[in-house]
């Protein structure tokens, strides 16, 4: 549902283009003064703006060209009841989309808005796929309506004011690939080479050729490739040991092997990208840590798609925009019903996976927006959810105690409880227990547990024997410590 912000200080007319707007599917959002009208522009995604020209204090000129001064470009339709030659003139070069004259025809103002919305969606997606093309992606290309994309798109552009390596880190299909591009075209780096490499798709020997190059093939390798520009490693984690050793050293030396003994200094900026945790595959000793330290002095997350559910309309507008233009159909967007489905569903394969379900959809639908029928296996999959949950609800209540008390009560088949077991980070006041009674009774716990073998108490608890007779002493609990082991 697109957001339509109303800009007129006349209360009547506010509530007869509100009205107008809901009876054909849009969110009305007013404001009843120019001030206002861009303080919301400011905070709320909105789609297009249906602004009056004559208002006191500030003008609909004066906001229309503080719009495109701030960088709003989205479609501007204007009106008045005081038409003008020159304030048309004016305001069309100011970039409005349509003007009108009050009283409006509400059936032509709907019209012309549908058709606004339509062209910038078509120009934004034209634009986007064009920067895709050219390896030119801005970060004006990536929906971000979400604070958590928002947030990775700051980090990006203050990473493309900086020469240091980059890191990012997000699952398969949340966009990794058009960040580091978007970085680049926003450096310094922009007018020179981006060399792209996915590490877990190319053989280990092939890899290194391409990377460090060989003595016999003659070939550049990816650093010479990107000399001046950006080298991009996807999937950094899949590279061997090995390799990582080489690349560590390139980084310590800051000198790429021409030929058997001749060194060059090389001019690249480093992004590595991942979908698995390099700190986690360097506690694992996967990667070397070394390496993992150098690699990560800027890091970028990419949050998955069902962490940025505000972005998903936006998201599936463009790809609506993009395969109907290339399968000659014309799509309008989807209903609000999809909309709402779309947003429930998890999507693992994330934008990736949203990408591929709106073609298909477009593929299967015989009308002229996008229905809940148009994605059987997210209406499948959110049908199956839901009768799960229907399903445990209908259950009796589980009787696998809760605490560790219950725990060690019995090892026989536990009969539903009559009253819930004792809270042990609670006093029967109910406020919440000091550290030193609950580590106390964990202790006492663990000890029960373990028939009183001191090795095996400290194991458990992930603390030293010393430690251990240490708390035992504190807590009084070291009088009879005969299994000691």
Not at 50 to 65: A, K, Y
Not at 86 to 115: C, H, Y
Not at 211 to 234: H, I, R, V
Not at 359 to 371: M, N
Request: hydrophobic residues 40%.
């Amino acid at each position: 549902m697109a957001n339509i912000l109303v800009i007129d200080d006349d209360p009547i007319q506010c509530r007869l283009s509100e009205e107008m707007l809901k009876a054909h599917g849009y969110e009305p959002i007013i404001a009843q003064s120019g001030a206002e009208g861009l303080a919301i522009l400011e905070s709320q995604n909105i789609q297009a703006v249906i602004l009056d020209l004559v208002m006191p204090e500030m003008d609909g000129m004066t906001v229309l060209s503080e719009m495109r001064e701030q960088g709003f470009t989205m479609p501007v339709i204007v009106q008045t009841a005081h038409p003008d030659i020159e304030n048309i003139v004016s305001a069309i070069r100011l970039g409005a989309t349509d003007f009108f004259s009050k009283p409006i025809s509400q059936e032509r103002l709907v019209i012309s808005l549908q058709n606004a919305l339509k062209r910038f969606d078509l120009e934004n997606c034209l634009r986007t796929e064009t920067h895709r093309h050219k390896g030119a992606l801005s970060f004006k290309d990536m929906a971000a309506i979400s604070p958590a994309m928002q947030k990775s798109i700051t980090h990006g552009e203050k990473a493309a004011a900086t020469q240091i390596p980059v890191l990012i880190e997000g699952e398969a299909g949340t966009g990794r690939d058009m960040m580091a591009r978007a970085i680049h075209h926003h450096a310094k780096r922009s007018g020179k080479p981006f060399i792209a490499l996915n590490c877990s798709t190319i053989d280990t020997d092939e890899l290194d050729e391409m990377l460090f190059g060989s003595l016999e093939s003659g070939k550049k390798n990816a650093f010479e490739q990107a000399q001046g520009g950006t080298l991009y490693l996807d999937e950094i984690g899949a590279l061997s040991l090995e390799l990582q050793g080489k690349l560590l050293a390139l980084f310590t030396e800051k000198k790429l092997s021409t030929s058997a003994d001749d060194f060059a200094p090389y001019d690249v900026r480093l992004i590595c990208a991942t979908s698995k945790r390099l700190l986690n595959l360097t506690k694992q000793k996967h990667f070397r840590e070394d390496l993992y330290y150098r690699l990560n002095i800027f890091p970028i997350y990419m949050p998955p798609l069902r962490d940025r559910v505000e972005d998903i309309e936006a998201l599936a507008n463009h790809f609506i925009t993009k395969f109907s233009v290339a399968e000659g159909r014309r799509i309008e967007g989807c209903t609000t019903e999809t909309i709402d489905m779309l947003c429930q569903y998890e999507w693992p394969g994330n934008v990736r996976q949203l990408e591929n379900a709106i073609y298909r959809a477009i593929l299967l639908t015989e009308d002229g927006r996008l229905t809940p029928n148009e994605f059987p296996q997210i209406q499948t999959s959110l049908q199956g959810a839901e009768k799960l949950r229907a399903a445990l609800k209908s259950m009796s209540p589980q009787v696998t105690p809760d605490h560790i008390d219950a725990a060690t009560s019995s090892i026989t088949p536990l009969k539903p409880a009559k009253k819930p077991a004792k809270d042990r980070f609670l006093t029967e006041e109910g406020r919440v227990n000091n550290l030193a009674q609950v580590e106390k009774e964990l202790i006492e716990f663990a000890l029960k547990k373990h028939n009183g073998k001191m090795s095996a108490v400290a194991r458990a608890l992930g603390i030293g024997r010393s430690t251990l007779y240490r708390k035992l002493k504190e807590y009084g609990l070291d009088s009879d410590q005969s299994n000691a082991a």
